[in-house]
């Protein structure tokens, strides 16, 4: 299985922004640590990262037919990119969405995701190791 780990807009900063939220972690270093998980299981795994919705959106895009999922934490842009969604949705490739926090236990407007609907799945709140249970729930 090949999966995607699509990361949007201001997730390059991880580890150093917000560390009481999101941890003192680099995202390369995540990025590590997921690609081997990826690997111990038989899998493989591509990362992208942009702050620019259109690059997510067209990187959702050119996955049909490379990759067999998709792990998305889009950021800021999951409360309000009706671009992002409907590149989730034009594509067959599932897409499970992503989140280090617990966005319902934070600000109101955190609360609410336009990706949702058309995403296979969400998982939330524990950190890094949302993204691995994402690849997990490929891997099932």
Do not use: W
């Not at 050119?62 to 067999?68: M, N, P, S, V």
């Amino acid at each position: 299985m090949k999966l995607l780990v699509v990361n949007g807009v201001n997730l390059n900063l991880t580890g150093r922004r917000e560390k009481g939220l999101y941890g003192g972690e680099s995202l390369e270093s995540i990025n590590r640590e997921l690609a081997a998980y990826a690997e111990k299981r038989g899998h493989t795994a591509d990362f992208f990262q942009s702050n620019l919705e259109g690059e997510l959106c067209t990187r959702i895009q050119e996955a049909e037919g490379k990759y067999d999922g998709i792990v998305l934490n889009a950021g800021a842009y999951t409360h309000y990119s009706i671009a992002l969604r409907d590149a989730i949705a034009a594509v067959s490739v599932p897409v499970v969405e992503v989140h280090m926090t617990n966005v319902h236990a934070r600000e109101e407007f955190r609360r609410t995701s336009v990706l949702t609907p058309v995403c296979r799945g969400e998982i939330l709140g524990f950190g890094k190791k949302s993204y691995l249970l994402a690849m997990e729930s490929f891997f099932l």
